[in-house]
């Protein structure tokens, strides 16, 4: 029996759906020995996210748009992190520092990668792990050359502003100071944002089109950058890009 039965449930009527295609919500209840109200509910929510559609013409429901993205994602990104590896393999060789890779995901951004170099202590940065994306050089690598329209809808106001150590941005124009700032010197960086004591800094990854689909980050002790750290560091997001 699960600890979290709404979660299960909610979890149970998506993988119905995949293999079956859309549904009466009463086939759905009765198939997954739900609760009418309670598959009515679960109907409900996930339309309102997109993860479900209702066909009213034919009193079904089906998988919606943002099913639809969330296993492309993992379509994209499993090639992504195959070319990844060798490349921050050969970043934290150079710079004897930890790399990581990081995707866009809502307003987080999802580590894929994590390269740790030899004798540095583990970081939050681990692969699977998701961290706000305003307070992360990744993030803002990725944010910085998104369309500002899509940056205002992940950050409609204050509420989407997280904190993690007391530092980084509170509001809308405090973020789009900080992506300006990215775009003008074409890399981001963090300094204890995300963890007191470590900075980072991160350039974008595009794909064939220019569009932004990852940040490579490398992370260190805070303080001055490290010389040649950011050079190093675009030259692997462009060689990244090259390879996808």
Do not use: C, K, N
Not at 41 to 49: A, I, N, P, Q, R
């Amino acid at each position: 029996m699960s600890a979290v039965p709404a979660a299960d449930a909610t979890l149970r009527l998506l993988q119905h759906l995949s293999r079956t295609g859309p549904l009466p919500a009463a086939a759905l209840a009765l198939a997954l020995d739900l609760p009418r109200s309670t598959t009515y509910h679960l109907l409900t929510v996930l339309t309102e996210h997109g993860f479900v559609v209702h066909l009213p013409e034919e009193h079904r429901y089906g998988l919606g748009l943002s099913a639809f993205e969330l296993g492309s994602a993992y379509s994209r990104q499993a090639p992504l992190a195959r070319a990844a590896r060798p490349v921050l393999a050969r970043l934290v060789d150079h710079v004897g520092e930890s790399a990581h890779l990081a995707v866009l995901h809502g307003r987080d951004v999802l580590y894929v990668v994590e390269e740790r170099a030899a004798g540095r202590p583990s970081l939050v940065t681990d692969v699977g792990v998701r961290l706000p994306a305003h307070l992360t050089a990744s993030g803002r690598a990725i944010l910085a050359h998104l369309p500002p329209a899509q940056v205002r809808a992940l950050f409609p106001g204050r509420e989407a502003f997280v904190d993690r150590t007391g530092v980084g941005p509170r509001r809308l124009s405090e973020l789009r100071a900080i992506l300006t700032d990215v775009r003008r010197v074409g890399w981001a960086s963090e300094h204890g944002d995300v963890t007191p004591g470590f900075a980072s800094v991160a350039s974008v990854v595009r794909d064939h089109t220019g569009h932004p689909i990852a940040g490579l980050a490398v992370t260190f002790a805070d303080g001055d950058v490290p010389d040649g750290l950011v050079r190093a560091t675009q030259r692997a997001a462009a060689e990244l890009s090259r390879r996808v």
